[in-house]
């Protein structure tokens, strides 16, 4: 074959490829899938080979189709997918309106609405909250909550019994004892810290000091046999290095 004839050849071949996009974009696509040419309402990948589908299309056999926007929606960020406006909400394949209650507004997002302070949901409206004596509104403004120095009791709010010794705690629904006093029951008993002892940082409860250990009701003494220290604690003794427990005693390691 000459050169001639193969310039021709390389050229009618171009032409044909051109007419094929031109008139047959159903033929061009499915040849062209193979061969790395993009159909029509395609584009070349940034990066890598390939192709992918122009924005406001999707892929579908090899082909770019146009993405159906129902009314009262819009494309993604992406160009894929439909996403609805505010105020409308997905269903099926269409956007439907969102019909707002009396008392209530759209939420942030826009697909979905919620009540005001002072009301709650209730199927599909608002009702209002009815507030017990001593109660008020939360932070969502949707429940209700006891005041201080009053508990939650059969949808009302019951002034709580502080005994003697005793304040309300910081939750406000609950009480506790003073230091020096712990819970019994319903009463602050007074906490007895025997002698050699102090109360914890609770000041609930009591501890004895280092070098003492803890009975039933009183700080018991210990004696710290020889080659013996006092442990971390203050409550206990533990052998000097190079010696071991030997009953009460610390005998030297190997002896």
Known sequence: MTIRSLVRTRSSRLLIAVLALTFWPGVAATQGSSAGIAPRNAHAKDYGGGWECDR???????????????????????????????????????????????????????????????????????????????AYLDSSGNHWRCERGFRESGGTCAPLEVPQDGYVAHGGDDWECNRGHRKHG?????????????????????????????????????????????????????????????????AKNGG
């Open 186 to 250: 319903k009463a602050c008993d007074v906490v007895t810290v025997p002698e050699n002892g102090y109360l914890t940082s609770s000041g609930h409860d009591w501890d004895c000091e280092r070098g003492f250990k803890k009975g039933h009701d009183s700080c018991l003494a210990f004696d710290v046999p020889m080659n013996a220290h006092l442990g971390f604690s203050g409550n206990s003794w533990t052998c000097d290095s190079g010696y071991q427990h030997q009953g009460e005693t610390c």
């Open 56 to 134: 406001g299309y999707r892929s579908i056999s090899n082909s770019c189709v146009a993405i159906d926007v129902p009314p009262n929606a819009y494309l993604d960020s992406v160009g894929r997918t439909w996403e609805c406006q505010r105020g409308f909400r997905k269903e099926n394949a269409a956007c439907a309106k969102i019909e707002v209650p009396a008392h209530a507004y759209l939420a942030s997002r826009g697909n979905d609405w919620e009540c005001t302070r002072g009301y709650r949901k209730l199927a599909r409206s608002c009702v209002a909250i009815e507030l017990p004596a001593n």
